[in-house]
Nanobody
């Protein structure tokens, strides 16, 4: 029932920044925790960050902690991922996910992904 569309990906040099956007529809956005995952070429999809339905609680993968910030604006049905101090190893397709449970850490609805490429 939830539809998710990511945007904001692109090409950036190492040390630079990008901000990803995820716009949700379906009138149930406020009931879900939201998260970001990523998948690099030849690798499995991995968890990046998630945020509770209220926006009051967040959790990050160790690989991005201190560099990435997840936030949400319920009025705009939008989730953000601010990505700073980007590294080449951050290169991946980034996916937005809606989660029925914050603690589960598992996506129930997914966007189509947006490409992030970080050059050396």
């Amino acid at each position: 029932q939830v539809q998710l569309v990511e945007s904001g990906g692109g090409l950036v040099q190492a040390g630079g920044s990008l901000r990803l956007f995820c716009v949700a529809s379906g009138r149930t956005f406020s009931s879900y925790a939201m998260g970001w995952f990523r998948q690099a070429l030849g690798k499995e999809r991995e968890f990046v960050a998630r945020i509770s339905w209220s926006g009051g609680t967040t959790y990050y993968a160790d690989s991005v902690k201190g560099r990435f910030t997840i936030s949400r604006d319920k009025a705009k049905n939008t989730v953000y991922l601010q990505m700073n101090s980007l590294k080449p190893e951050d290169t991946a397709v980034y996916y937005c996910a809606a989660m029925r449970s914050f603690v589960s850490g598992k996506g129930d609805y997914w966007g189509q992904g947006t490409q992030v490429t970080v050059s050396s």
